[in-house]
């Protein structure tokens, strides 16, 4: 049966995550009801990685397999007719049968927007990730680079997270200053249950002076995650995408932060 990967943008506060729910308002749920309407039967997705309520994707990745003769306008535009709003696809590409949204990316990518500021923007909610206090941006580069590399991260998994390792591989944890924003970009082969958020609180407990950067080391070192701080908000992260072998020809992530808005 034919396979087709989409990549797509949505807006995580709009939703319950992005994995099926008993209520039918994830992100995956209301795809598949489109999708089904243009398929003309159902359809089941993989998605490249799974977000939790109220966080955002740029360039989520997902497959599916349809025997419709369907033109690749109709799986863009077509279930984007029947999409609601905070939720759009980007793009359709036919892909050979072993392509795997999940299993074959070989590695993903997510993005937090900060925004500094003494108070609250209204704006901003749900977009980013705010902070009163004021933050030492090489405090927290030095924090960062500390725990780049392959670890096991039981010190930033949720106790609900369900992979068999902690261990991950975090190719890149950078900071680039805009204004009174900060953008975070992780690059990583995989990513266990909010460790993301987890790591984002502990970054910001160090920049704001509570702790020294080889703080992070220890927290490590130690594999407990009752010794880290509170797991930051969701508001600013965002899935960035996944890479995959060229053959397939499947759209990877941007060059600058944030450029798909572009």
């Known amino acids: ?3 087709f990967a989409l990549t797509l943008a949505y807006d995580g506060s709009r939703f319950n995550g992005w994995q099926t729910q008993p209520g039918g308002q994830a992100a995956q749920d209301v ?12 359809v089941d997705t993989i998605c490249a990685g799974r977000t939790d309520a109220g966080v955002h994707a740029l360039r989520q990745v997902v497959h599916f397999d349809s ?41 993903r990518r997510y993005r937090y927007l900060l925004h500094r500021s ?39 998994r949720s106790a609900e997270c369900q992979a068999a390792s902690p261990v991950r591989r975090l190719e890149e944890l950078s900071l ?14 995989a990513f266990l249950h909010h460790m993301i958020r987890n790591l984002m609180g502990a970054l910001l407990a160090v ?27 969701p508001d600013g992260l965002y899935f960035d995408g996944a890479q995959y072998d060229e053959r397939f020809g499947v759209p990877s992530w941007g060059g600058e932060p944030l450029d798909c808005f572009g």
């Open 67 to 107: 025997d419709a003769d369907r033109p690749l306008s109709a799986w863009v535009r077509g279930v984007d007719a029947h999409l609601p709003e905070g939720i759009a696809v980007r793009s359709a590409t036919p892909v050979t049968d072993d392509f795997h949204a999940r299993f074959g990316a070989a590695r």
């Open 118 to 156: 003494p108070v609250r923007h209204p704006l901003l909610a749900r977009r980013a990730g705010w902070t009163f206090r004021e933050v030492d941006v090489s405090r927290m580069r030095e924090a960062a680079a500390l725990v780049v590399g392959e670890h096991d991260f039981s010190a930033f």
């Open 31 to 42: 795809l598949e009801r489109a999708l089904a309407t243009i398929a003309g039967h159902p």
């Open 1 to 3: 049966m034919p396979r």
């Open 207 to 233: 920049g704001d002076g509570r702790h020294a950067p080889a703080w992070i080391a220890e927290l490590l070192a130690g594999r407990d995650r009752r010794h880290g701080p509170a797991t930051f908000a």
């Open 176 to 189: 680039h200053e805009y204004g009174a924003f900060v953008v975070f970009t992780f690059t990583g082969n």
